[in-house]
């Protein structure tokens, strides 16, 4: 918030943008205005945490009180048009309003799915680790993680079109090279989805390319010309760092594996194609 005009140009508009440019600033000044927009990112987190908080919790005492399942599902299936409609808003105010004169109306989605694929890539990388604790790797067999594994193409696929309908295909094409067609060509293999460390490699490279990918829609807002400052690692190294954080403290009080609850069995005997 504090250097916010920094990168919005709508936060203090220049002279230099011209009458034109700040005429339509002004319209839009109604919505994209410093104090609704600190007001619209706290509610966005809030809600996304309580969702989060609430979910978890539930699922935790599913085996105690099976009526949290039922609860889980309600607010899952009420919360997602509020999910879907909040993320969108992020990415509008966080970060299309970079370029506050240019609008897309599918960004939101386009935003979305990356993260989505960032997301399930992560899942790959921590179940990954988290084999080293005997009863997790006794859980996770290759079923499972080919069906992680065709949910992280599945998305890709869906990530790779919504960039090509936005047009950025014109001038970040390495990008979808690296982002869309290496993992492509990778997650197609059905023995290489089923194989924990090869997944997990995957999900490294489009966690990387994720991050590389939001790098290049925020940066030339600051740099003209590719320019490395060390904030651009420590940045998201203290966000990964209170996730951390939280996800420990949360882990205190939770089990690695929830074998008490009510489908543990049949998700362990899953068996996928």
């Known amino acids: ?141 290759g079923s499972h993680t080919g069906a992680l594994g065709r949910m992280m193409f599945a998305f890709l696929v869906f990530w790779g079109y919504m960039e090509f309908a936005q047009g950025l295909i014109i001038w970040i094409a390495l990008l979808i090279v690296g982002h869309f067609a290496v993992p492509f060509f990778v997650l197609l293999n059905r023995p290489f989805k089923r194989r924990p460390t090869s997944l997990a490699i995957a999900g490294g490279w489009l966690i990387a390319m994720h991050y590389v990918d939001v790098y290049w829609l925020v940066m030339p807002v600051l740099h003209r010309s590719v320019a490395i400052h060390w904030l651009d690692v420590a940045a998201p190294c203290a966000v990964l760092g209170l996730a951390t954080a939280a996800a420990a403290a949360r882990a205190r009080t939770r089990i690695a594996i929830a074998d008490d609850h009510p489908r543990f069995a049949t998700a362990v005997a899953y068996e996928g194609t």
């Open 1 to 141: 918030m504090l250097s916010a005009g920094l990168l919005y140009a709508w936060v203090a508009p220049p002279p230099a943008l011209g009458a034109e440019a700040l005429e339509r600033l002004a319209h839009k000044a109604p919505y994209l205005n410093l104090a609704f927009w600190v007001i619209r990112a706290a509610a966005f987190l809030a809600l996304w945490i309580v969702f989060d908080e609430l979910l978890a919790r539930w699922s935790s005492r599913a085996a105690r009180d099976p009526g949290g399942l039922l609860r889980a599902r309600a607010l899952s299936a009420a919360g997602l048009p509020a999910v879907g409609l909040t993320l969108t808003l992020a990415a509008f105010d966080w970060v299309m309003s970079l370029t506050p004169l240019w609008y897309s109306t599918i960004f939101g989605l386009l935003y979305w799915s990356g993260g989505f694929v960032a997301a399930l890539s992560l899942i790959a990388v921590v179940a990954h680790a988290a084999r080293r604790v005997p009863a997790v790797a006794a859980s996770i067999h």
